[in-house]
T-cell receptor
Framework: RKEVEQDPGPFNVPEGATVAFNCTYS??????FFWYRQDCRKEPKLLMS???SGNEDGRFTAQLNRASQYISLLIRDSKLSDSATYLC???????????FGSGTQLTVLP | NAGVTQTPKFRVLKTGQSMTLLCAQD?????MYWYRQDPGMGLRLIHY???????AKGEVPDGYNVSRLKKQNFLLGLESAAPSQTSVYFC????????????FGPGTRLLVL
């Protein structure tokens, strides 16, 4: 079983749509959580950290449920520029090592 | 502020050849990491370092060696390249703080023939 599992995707949505990505992690001792964005042939870049109380950054909302070991990312009013692969990332606390999900590809269509 | 840089950007090797990938960061980060990314596999940790002069194995260390002689540099070596090492290699760095994320370099694309 993978340590961090994401929706298989791909997601193809029209501009303006709302899309949600889900992620589960297996290590209950995980300490911090992130969503990264990776554009084609580029490096991963931090989109947002995920906090227990939930957090929002503009059109993006992240939620964490520690009891269910579940993380989500909601994108509202999708833009063409949101097209990318979204990586769910978990820090298990050991030497600051991050465990990455395989990613979910999003394509926003005009 | 350059952040994390990697050299070279692209390289083609023949099986059995050796090479060194260089990663440099100017953020005074304690921790540095080398990952490889293959289609459908996500990023996998090869080796990492928690400080100058220290290195440790990650998830997929076989066939690679690393060195961290200076805090700002982290070198990844392939002593005898194999086609299975064809991949995109990313370097990253971070502080010691648990809540801090990692910052990635632009990647090195390696093709081993």
């Amino acid at each position: 079983r993978k340590e961090v599992e994401q929706d298989p995707g791909p997601f193809n949505v029209p501009e303006g749509a709302t899309v949600a990505f889900n992620c589960t992690y297996s290590n209950s001792a995980s300490q911090s959580f992130f969503w990264y964005r990776q554009d084609c042939r580029k490096e991963p870049k931090l989109l947002m950290s995920v906090y227990s109380s939930g957090n929002e950054d503009g059109r993006f909302t992240a939620q964490l449920n520690r009891a269910s070991q579940y993380i989500s990312l909601l994108i509202r009013d999708s833009k063409l520029s949101d097209s990318a692969t979204y990586l769910c990332v978990v820090n298990e606390g050991s030497a600051r090592q991050l465990t990455f999900g395989s990613g979910t590809q999003l394509t926003v269509l005009p | 502020n350059a952040g994390v840089t990697q050299t070279p950007k692209f390289r083609v090797l023949k099986t059995g050849q050796s090479m060194t990938l260089l990663c440099a960061q100017d953020m005074n980060h304690e921790y540095m990491y080398w990952y490889r990314q293959d289609p459908g596999m996500g990023l996998r940790l090869i080796h990492y370092s928690v400080g100058e002069g220290t290195t440790a194995k990650g998830e997929v260390p076989d066939g690679y060696n690393v060195s961290r002689l200076k805090k700002q540099n982290f070198l990844l070596g392939l002593e005898s390249a194999a086609p299975s090492q064809t991949s995109v290699y990313f370097c990253a760095s971070s502080t010691w703080k648990v809540q801090e994320t990692q910052y990635f370099g632009p990647g090195t694309r390696l093709l081993v023939l």
